[in-house]
């Protein structure tokens, strides 16, 4: 058997930043109010059932409050929240001056947001420094006009 070559963690997120995402904001209503936190690992799994995978670092202080909820709502941020992005990359109250409705799961839905997608967790699964979240899609809505806020080389791109 070979040995597996040692590949460096800047190599890899060197390499992975060449690779354009979609930037989402997971919310869910937690026991002490609305959490929520940016991510950059958010993707479809499955159309039957309607499946999605976000992923969680395992030193997320916010993933836990999500985890405990049973629930999501992944909010696929416009090309023009970049300052939202930034601000649930913070901590803090991320909340703060954040319009948002409250969706079928009693998670937040952020204003003005490209789409969402509300989902219940149905399993997690331990990958490295991160947890993978599967939800299954209860409730979506997209608005088609608007254009995706971007993350690419490091930076927030517009499409």
Do not use: K
């Amino acid at each position: 058997m070979s040995a597996q070559p040692v590949i460096a963690g800047d190599d890899l997120r060197g390499v992975m930043a060449c690779f354009a995402t979609g930037v989402v904001v997971v919310t869910a209503s937690g026991t002490d109010g609305p959490v929520g936190m940016a991510v950059n690992s958010f993707v479809s799994v499955s159309l039957d059932p309607p499946l999605v995978l976000f992923c969680a670092a395992h030193t997320s202080t916010t993933w836990p409050a999500i985890q405990a909820a049973g629930h999501f709502c992944a909010n696929v941020l416009s090309a023009d929240q970049e300052e939202l992005a930034r601000q649930f990359a913070r901590r803090g109250d991320r909340f703060a001056g954040v319009p948002h409705t409250s969706g079928t799961t009693g998670a937040p839905v952020l204003g003005d947001v490209h789409a969402h997608v509300e989902c219940t967790i149905v399993d997690t699964y331990e990958a490295g420094d991160h947890t993978l979240v599967l939800g299954r899609v209860l409730e979506l809505a997209a608005d088609a006009e608007a254009a995706p806020l971007l993350f690419y080389r490091s930076a927030y791109r517009l499409f």
